[in-house]
Nanobody
């Protein structure tokens, strides 16, 4: 099983980034996919969720209206489009695949929002 995140980096406040998470080694279409983040000195928090079919999404209140989660079953990839980025969005972002009894994590990608 592998979840490989990419797309992180340094961006100015107000800018945009798109994170990608490529999945392999499990039945992607059967899993709810999540993006979490962890800032220095803080607990890991759930940012966005997309159902196995892609028909349902949920967001943390802190990112709703600015971030969009999506998935491409053919590419076995989940995305996080992040717009209007703020300094408080700075964190390591983790991709997570979850279904009952199974829980997989990527290695994380750093997002830094700074001028």
């Amino acid at each position: 099983v592998q979840l490989v995140e990419s797309g992180g980096g340094l961006v100015q406040p107000g800018g945009s980034l798109r994170l990608s998470c490529a999945a392999s080694g499990f039945t992607f279409s059967s899993y709810t996919m999540n993006w979490y983040r962890q800032a220095p000195g803080k607990e890991r928090e759930l940012v966005a969720t997309i159902s196995s079919t892609g028909g349902s999404t949920n967001y943390a209140s802190s990112v709703r209206g600015r971030f969009t989660i999506s998935r491409d079953s053919a590419k076995k990839t989940v995305y996080l489009q992040m717009n209007s980025l703020k300094s408080e969005d700075t964190a390591v972002y983790y991709c997570n695949a979850k279904r009952w009894g199974y829980d997989y994590w990527g290695q994380g990608t750093q997002v830094t929002v700074s001028s």
